[in-house]
């Protein structure tokens, strides 16, 4: 643990204090995920403990239930009566090539189209599997990228580290911090109870990191605004990732759209997106644009493969950022046997998903003690390396799931009543809570 948390700590600004962490077990994998769920989640709360002294000089110890942070970095839901759909699309997943394993992302009905764009319309996983298995992994990953879509061949660690990509991103930070031009003298408006309280958050994220992210930040009072393009869903994780949130849809191609857009950024206190690097650029939202509408901004931004490098815009997720970067076939040795064994849970995404919230809470700090703004970059693939690099698996089994894990209250969702397990967090006098329920994409006004 104290390896992964210094790193953090180190990278992020914060002192290297220690922090109290309770439970035993941890999820079986090659990796320490348990320890990197804890680790991520505690620099969270450190960091919300940091403003709330700063502001106040009251000092609050923290806390990490390293159990509960395991099934946080899974799902913190628990319906009563009713079930969330599947995470994945049908054919979604590995496949056995010419020469090896790659793995075909295609939840979005986009991503599917591209993907049958290089192989055919298929009908299911078999005929995906036939199609897949005629192909060179190198040439079909690179032809379903052309395309249009997603997919990763499986690497090892030592081919991604001489890989190009792999070289770019594990010489950059794991957290990119900079502080901005433009100041934003706005005082501190929050309490010890809900430190966020008073500030917008303009959520540009999907699956799943930056909704773990904003999730976070309504957690601690945040006005968490999330805005998504009219067509998109994501009803596998929708429930899961909007608590605390209201959601509105726009279409930045759209001129009335981007005039409400425009008016939303003018009055964001912190901004977080993860498109690819070059998105909002190509709309004409860089970053000199967005600092010169929203003076003193606190810009988060989330890249799958890394801030440099040939792979700089290229589209990625958490379980293709496993294939490249070794994860999966590291897994596939630990477990002894022939197919890509991936982390238990989506680590990477719920790990860098606490990394971005810590960022913002810490330009955050920065922001009230100077008047400036300031910026932060992340990506899936530098975690990745975190883990890889710092997290040795434990073998000691995880405690199953227990009714006195179960909250209290029930959670009504669009969906039916659930309950949402006990945050994993605890800070003295700033309980992690939400006064908005789950919602569905698109539910509220695009306006704060």
């Known amino acids: 643990m104290s390896d992964l948390l210094t790193s953090m700590q180190t990278a992020l600004g914060l002192p290297t204090t220690p922090i109290t962490f309770t439970g035993d077990g941890a999820l079986p994998s090659a990796f320490a995920v348990t320890e990197l769920a804890s680790a991520s989640i505690a620099v969270a709360g450190q960091a919300t403990a940091e403003l709330i002294q ?6 609050a110890p923290v806390e990490v239930d390293r159990r509960l942070a395991s099934f946080w970095f899974s799902t913190s839901l628990r319906p009563i009566g009713w079930s969330v759909p599947p995470m994945w699309d049908p054919v979604a997943g590995d496949y056995a090539s010419a020469d090896g394993w790659i793995r075909l992302h295609t939840n979005a009905p986009h991503h599917r189209l591209a993907a049958e764009k290089v192989l055919g319309t298929c009908t299911d996983r078999a005929d995906m599997a036939a199609r897949v298995a005629r192909w060179n992994k190198a040439e079909l990953e690179q032809a379903v990228v052309d395309a249009g879509g997603c997919a990763a061949e499986m690497r090892s660690w030592q081919a991604w ?9 594990n010489a950059e930070p794991l957290v990119h911090l900079s502080e901005t031009t433009g ?3 706005k005082p501190w408006l929050g309490s010890v109870t809900q430190p966020l309280a008073g500030l917008k958050v303009l959520d540009l994220t999907r699956v799943l990191a930056g909704p773990v992210a904003s999730r976070f930040l309504a957690g601690l009072g945040a006005d968490v605004l999330r805005i998504d393009p009219p067509t998109w869903n994501e009803p596998g994780v929708v429930p899961e990732v909007t608590l605390g949130k209201r959601c509105a849809r726009l279409d930045l191609h759209r001129a009335e759209d981007r005039v409400a857009f425009e008016a939303l950024l003018k009055d964001t206190d912190i901004l977080l997106h993860g498109y690819r690097a070059d998105a909002l650029e190509r709309l004409g939202y860089g970053a000199e644009q967005r600092r ?4 003193g901004l606190i810009d988060v931004s989330l890249n799958a493969y890394g801030w440099s490098g040939p792979w700089l815009n290229r589209r990625g997720f958490d379980s293709l950022v496993q294939m490249s970067s070794g994860i999966a076939e590291a897994g596939m040795g630990w477990k002894h046997t022939d197919k890509p064994t991936p982390l238990p849970v989506q680590a990477l995404d719920h790990g860098t998903g606490y990394l971005l919230a810590t960022s913002a809470l810490v330009l955050l700090s920065r922001r009230l003690a100077s008047g400036h703004g300031g910026s932060a970059r992340l990506s899936l693939a530098r975690t990745a390396k975190l883990l890889i690099e710092r997290g040795v698996g434990d073998s000691s089994p995880l405690r199953a799931e227990a009714e006195d894990d179960q909250g209290l209250v029930v959670e009504q969702t669009p969906w039916g009543p659930a309950h949402r397990l006990q945050v994993p967090l605890k800070i003295t006098g700033t309980p992690l809570q939400w ?5 569905e994409l698109g539910a509220h006004r695009a306006r704060w």
Do not use: F
Request: charged letters at 10%; zero cysteines.
């Open 54 to 59: 700063q502001q106040t000089a009251r000092q």
């Open 183 to 185: 100041e934003q003298r």
């Open 435 to 439: 006064t908005l329920p789950a919602a």
């Open 292 to 295: 010169q509408m929203a003076p």
């Open 161 to 169: 580290q001489a890989h190009p990509q792999g070289l770019a991103v």
